[in-house]
């Protein structure tokens, strides 16, 4: 189950990275983003909050999916599933922030940033479910166990002096 | 006998099973304080990216800086660069058909236009010679935000830049570096901070010109003029030529409506 699940979480990633990558591009090119909904993701493109400081919310983005790609094909271990939920819930949670910010600043939502949101709510979900599925509860210790597991074992032969 | 090796044997299975529930005691323990501080971490980044973001240069003042401001420029600078201007004129003077923008500097649905089909109708049209684009001002989105009297030195200021060929600099700058609609954003400072991103513009001279009564008295022209026509929302686009003009295109239309209202009147 958890390794499906990884498999689902990857290609969500590579879904998400894509969308980043394009909003990187159309930012550093200088043109329109293609928009079913008329101008929308060019307000929002160009909007005050599409940056942080001096760097265009694309580009973290981009960086963030990088980062939950490299957690997710780092090998199976506790850390790198914290990795994964941490990175998820850091975009989860800014991008909830974007999306009001496109309906009650901007009043104008980007579909590819709400793509974006869906996917980071969707692999969030899927992180936490991985991590919970990735540290099984040790077998109860019973009776018999320490019996089963204690070898019979041999004196070492002493030499004989 | 027997019995005590059982004995032994049950005190040694408490023994392990004690040590086994201790190490699982200490592992959940560590795994809640890793999480915890994963969650913390989160919520450390997530509130600087917030504060960062809804304070930082491109906040909803509009006017950008450094970095930002070098891009913007490179960007104007070059979809502008060997197009020749005059007063708010951009294009040959000899081309044959004539689209001409009514807006208002603060309305984000010209910024949408200016950046979108404007932005493809100079890039083909305007710098191939076969049209020209002309500015005149028309006040929405000015009108009804804190300040409705900024509009008339916003438009001039256009137009001061105009008297140096660089009215359309002004124009998109200020367009691609629009604030927040209804902040009162648009300042003196603001609007000083534009003319200094225009590239070879005097200064000084622009500065002087702001105060000429010949450039409100151009806006408020165009205002009639608009008034007269029936126009009231921004942008309204007409298109001429040899064959004559199409109907007013209101609102932020794409390049295909301008191409075909073009070939129509070429």
Known sequence: ?161 | MASRTKQKEEARARRLAEERAQAERAQRQRRMQMVGGVIIAAIVVVVVLVVVSSSGSGGPTGLKRGKEASSTVAQVSSLLAGIPQSGVTLGSPAAKVTVTEFGDLQCPICRDFALGAENQLIANDVRSGKVKLVYRSLETATGNGPDPGIFATQQAAAYAAGLQGKAWYYILLFYHEQGQEGTGYVTTSYLNGLAQQVPGLDFAKWQSDLHRSSLVAQVNADQQLANAKGFNSTPTITVSGPKGQTQPIVGDTDYGTLETAIKSVA
């Open chain 1, 1 to 161: 189950m958890s390794r499906i699940l990884r498999r689902v979480m990857i290609g969500l990633t590579a879904l998400g990275l894509a969308d980043a990558i394009y909003l990187t591009y159309v930012h550093y090119a200088g043109i329109k983003p293609a928009c079913t909904a008329g101008q929308s993701c060019l307000k929002v493109q160009t909007s005050a909050w599409s940056h942080v400081g001096a760097v265009p919310v694309a580009l973290i983005g981009l960086i963030g999916y990088v980062g939950i790609m490299l957690s997710l094909l780092w090998r199976e271990r506790e850390e790198a599933r914290l990795a994964t939920l941490g990175m998820t819930l850091i975009g989860v949670a800014f991008s909830a922030y974007l999306t009001y910010r496109e309906l009650f600043s901007i009043h104008a939502v980007c579909e590819w940033c709400a793509g974006s949101a869906v996917i980071l709510a969707l692999l969030f979900a899927g992180a936490v479910w991985r991590f919970l599925l990735g540290a099984p509860a040790a077998p109860a210790p019973s009776a018999a166990a320490p019996a089963a597991t204690a070898a019979p074992q041999r004196e070492p032969v002493r030499p004989r002096a």
